[in-house]
């Protein structure tokens, strides 16, 4: 067991390396063209106030060409966790490079939705490309797999304990071919050496500030005021999940006798464009965003607020399901913390908890995942709030936790 440490450790040493490199080139080569597409070019042109239909109706023809001709690219997180869980492995012949510029023309395109679906599939694809070629058993491969994947979902939240997370919350099929100290402590130095990887290549480039970083709040949390609203909004965080959530599925029916992917790609287009011209704010996954709404929110009426947090998730539920794939954890953070200044608009307590606790309740209802919820949100909100997400997180899923329990009571 020894030697299997060992060599797994040395993989893993260089495995982690290269997907903290490939993440931070793949985020680059995304921003550069956004900036082209939505910043330098727009300004050439005059600032028209069409620009943005026009941008998405230019998309779509992009995705609908690539749906027709390819498949249905790039594949979402749950479609690759799915093959991953049944196979060991994720297929990367004649598959790679079609999800790279599939994921790298929708989210370039003003697409409401995240890149980790996307880097997910890229970076599984890699691994298993790179583990199949290297004479590494046919357990190991599976786990080597497994702890790149958990290392990419550190790296897109800058969350180093993702890794961690996704072994305790998530079944694979080759979870228990290690001992549990060793994946775990495999999986810490797969996420923190990506993580240090993909800062260190990011510092080379000139990529926007992230929404993750480590923050304290100046101010007290700790009197009655504040924890009178806990509940309410717990409850109102979980309402606006089941609003979330219900829409997918509802955009997802309404979409579903739409059989010709150009006309669903047309559609997400126009619905992009047409959003987009409103505010961009509509626009991308909505992660970059946050810093300047968060900076900025004092500046926006209640009811355009309220309008972003409803419609939010409306584009992200018709980009999904038009064939402009991506992530919806960023923009169920971004709506989630919209909501979540709506709702303590009126209220004389503590804006940052109390939008803490409203987000923590969401977002875990969203993803269905309290711990990983959790672990994305450290870094989000204010440092010393962070016993309040977990808490939180646990109590609004209890279906979840007591899962959880079960499961680590069989093992």
Known sequence: MKKVAIVLGGYTLLLSVVIGVVAALFLAAVHFSTDFVWEQLPESLNQPNFYPLMVGLIGALLVGLMQTRWGAFP???????????????????????????????ILSFGASVGPEAALIGIVGAMITWLVEHLRINLASRGELVNLGIGAMMSVVFLAP????????????PVERKLPGWLRYSLSIIASFCALAAFVIVKQLLPLPESIFAIRLSDQAIWNLQNLIFVVPAMICGVAFAFYFNGLQSLVEKGLHFVRNKWLLAL???????????????????????????????AKYSWPFLLLLALLKPFLA????????????????????????????????????????????????????????????????????????????????????VRELLHKEAKS
Do not use: D
């Not at 690759?80 to 790298?104: C, D, H, P, Q, S």
């Not at 890794?163 to 998530?170: P, T």
């Not at 200044?341 to 939008?355: D, K, S």
């Open 75 to 105: 594949y979402t997180m749950h479609e690759n966790m799915a093959e991953f869980r049944n196979t060991g492995r994720i297929e990367y012949k004649n598959r790679l490079w079609k999800t790279i510029v599939a994921a790298w023309i």
């Open 161 to 172: 304990f993702n890794g961690i997370v996704q072994n305790v919350e998530h079944k694979n």
């Open 267 to 297: 559609i997400g287009g126009a619905s992009i464009g047409l959003l987009g011209m409103i505010s961009s704010y509509f626009l991308f996954s909505g992660e970059h965003q946050l810093i300047e709404m968060s900076s900025e929110v």
């Open 317 to 400: 539920a018709i980009c999904v399901n038009t064939g402009w794939k991506g992530g919806l954890i960023f923009p169920a953070i971004f709506a989630s913390s919209v909501m979540g200044y709506v709702f303590t608009w009126p209220l004389n307590g503590h804006v940052g908890f109390l939008l803490t606790i409203f987000v923590a309740a969401s977002c875990s209802r969203i993803v269905g995942s309290p711990l990983l919820t959790s672990s994305i949100l450290l870094f989000v909100f204010p440092l010393q709030f962070f016993p309040f997400i977990l808490l939180t997180s646990l109590i609004v899923n209890p279906k979840r």
